[in-house]
Nanobody, 125 residues
Framework: QVQLVESGGGLVQAGGSLRLSCAAS???????MGWFRQAPGKEREFVAS?????????YYADSVKGRFTISRDNAKKTVYLQMNSLKPEDTAVYYC??????????????????WGQGTQVTVSS
């Protein structure tokens, strides 16, 4: 019932920035949302999450804390991931998803659904 589409990925040099967007359609945009990433040969891992309200709680993986910022605009049904000081190890396909629960602190992929198709982020050294 909810379709998510990620965009904003691309190729950037180490130290650069990208802003990812995740646009929702089909239902009211009212669930906690998460960003995940998956690099070749690795498991999908948690990046960041945000509560259902625009000014709600946010959570970050230790690997991105201080560099990435998650935000949302419920009127636009969109969640964003601002990525600064990018490193080659940030290279991955980035996905957004809706939480199965009412809070944003869950970090396992199995605790999310309505996955988008992903957007590729490549950081060159």
């Amino acid at each position: 019932q909810v379709q998510l589409v990620e965009s904003g990925g691309g190729l950037v040099q180490a130290g650069g920035s990208l802003r990812l967007s995740c646009a929702a359609s089909g239902r009211t945009f009212s669930s906690p949302m998460g960003w995940f990433r998956q690099a070749p040969g690795k498991e999908r891992e948690f990046v960041a999450s945000i509560s259902s309200s625009g000014g709600g709680n946010t959570y970050y993986a230790d690997s991105v804390k201080g560099r990435f910022t998650i935000s949302r605009d419920n009127a636009k049904k969109t969640v964003y991931l601002q990525m600064n000081s990018l490193k080659p190890e940030d290279t991955a396909v980035y996905y957004c998803a809706t939480s199965l629960y009412g809070t944003a602190w869950y970090q396992r992929p199995s605790e999310y659904h309505n996955w988008g198709q992903g957007t590729q982020v490549t950081v060159s050294s």
